[in-house]
């Protein structure tokens, strides 16, 4: 995290441990599986609407996991956690588990639990936190599903916003598909990077709140 007062550990099995960086000792571990929702777990489900797409919070007890099956047939295929970032203060962690691609979990630090469960409708690729710090400006996580929306996350809940031109690569500078993304330094624009274009995403009404 930010501090430098722990680290965290993603493995193959699917599990995220939290670590001391000083004594390297586990002082938590986070598996991706239904165990992990409790009754304060947020989960935001995505959904197709006629503008576009739109989360819907959902019952978050006897929730089902979109789990993939796994190509047993394939020796060479390796299923964990593929994704993990810390938010700039490190109170935030945010992870993509191979074995639910469509879901990216956001743990609490403070409370050491799972706080917010984002499913989408199609795998994650990429993800980013806002690296700049305010009192007046929540954590924001922005995400990206291989597609031609762009999703942001605080604590007020989930946007999906549609970006213009992302359709195709065949006429010229258009962004194609985002295959990943980034804050700029200011927080105040999303780089977004498609196959031979990229592209800077501005928010004017975005304050973080």
Known sequence: SSDLSSGINAEYG???????????????????????????????????STNGSRFQ????????????????????LLVGVGITKFSASGRYLASRSDAVPTAVWIWDLDDLGLCTLIVHQAPVVALDWDS????????TLAMSCNGDHVYVWNVGGVLALKVPNCE???????????RNIAWSCNGKC??????????????P???GS
């Not at 195709?168 to 985002?178: H, K, Q």
């Open 132 to 139: 700049t710090l305010s009192k007046d400006k929540d954590e």
């Open 205 to 207: 009404c975005y304050n």
């Open 168 to 178: 195709t690569l065949n006429g010229a500078g258009e962004l194609g598909p985002i």
């Open 14 to 48: 699917g599990t995220c441990k939290l670590l001391n960086s000083v004594t390297w000792s586990v002082l938590k571990e986070w598996k991706h599986t239904a165990e992990a929702i409790t009754k304060n777990t947020v989960i935001y489900k995505e959904e197709a």
């Open 57 to 76: 919070v959902v019952e978050n007890q006897g929730f089902q996991l979109p789990f993939v099956k796994a190509h047993h047939d394939d020796p060479y």
């Open 190 to 203: 999303l780089i977004l990077k498609g196959d031979y274009h990229f592209c800077l995403c501005y928010f």
